[in-house]
């Protein structure tokens, strides 16, 4: 089993920036894709972003500039650097993970979610 345990989300204004952060833990032999999705009040979770294991990241085109993902394999860790935050942009930020484990297969695991709120 593999859990993903996310941090950095807050209270912000407008044009303010935040850093999401999201740590890997269990048997994990490798991860494949980490990303972040959101979602707000009354809205389907959508993709903010994702990166690959070799670095290749891809962007919603509402995000697309302003935010940046990133990760560390070696920390099992993935990043989302919030920059210019917009209202928004408000909503519950996920993290997930794609990869395999040591003898479980592949696995496929979701953070709890972290709340972001943008001020106007």
């Known amino acids: 089993q593999v859990q993903l345990v996310e941090s950095g989300g807050g209270l912000v204004q407008a044009g303010g920036s935040l850093r999401l952060s999201c740590a890997a833990s269990?048997?994990?032999?490798?991860?494949?894709?980490m990303g972040w999705f959101r979602q707000a009040p009354g809205a389907q979770r959508e993709l903010v972003a994702i990166?690959?294991?070799?670095?290749?990241?891809d962007y919603a085109d509402s995000v697309k500039v302003r935010f940046t993902i990133s990760r560390v394999n070696a920390k099992n860790t993935v990043y989302l650097q919030m920059n210019r935050l917009k209202p928004e942009d408000t909503a519950v930020y996920y993290c997930?993970?794609?990869?395999?484990?040591?003898?479980?297969?592949?696995?496929?695991?979701w953070g709890q979610g972290t709340q972001v709120t943008v001020s106007s």
């Open positions: 269990g048997s994990i032999f490798s991860i494949n894709t």
């Open positions: 990166i690959t294991g070799g670095g290749s990241t």
């Open positions: 997930t993970a794609y990869g395999l484990t040591y003898s479980q297969g592949d696995f496929s695991s």
